[in-house]
């Protein structure tokens, strides 16, 4: 059984950083994509960010030059560093790692982690 855990969420005011990680465990594929979402109150689940097994990375506008996408495929482990918050940042972030084998989708996720950018 896969499992995704992530840390490294909190409360931070205006401008400033934090950084989550997201450790999977379990079978995985090695060949597969990581991803951060994120879900504000009253919003749907949007893409922050994603990076594939060979590190090509794919960012939402509104994070663009503020946020990096990073990982450690030996720990299977991905991370978000999160520069220059602004308040409508705050949301839940979650992790989620997918990939494709035997003709089957296969996708899973963390449970998430609470950040809060305080103005």
Known sequence: QVQLVESGGGLVQTGGSLRLSCAASGSIFSTNVMAWYRQAP??????????TSGSSTNYADSVKGRFTISR???????YLQMNSLKPEDTAVYYCCLRYYR???????????????VSS
């Open 42 to 51: 009253g919003k749907e689940r949007e893409l922050v960010a994603s990076i």
């Open 72 to 78: 450690d495929n030996a720990k299977i482990t991905v």
């Open 102 to 116: 035997y003709n089957h989708d296969y996708e899973y996720w963390g449970q998430g982690t609470q950040v809060t």
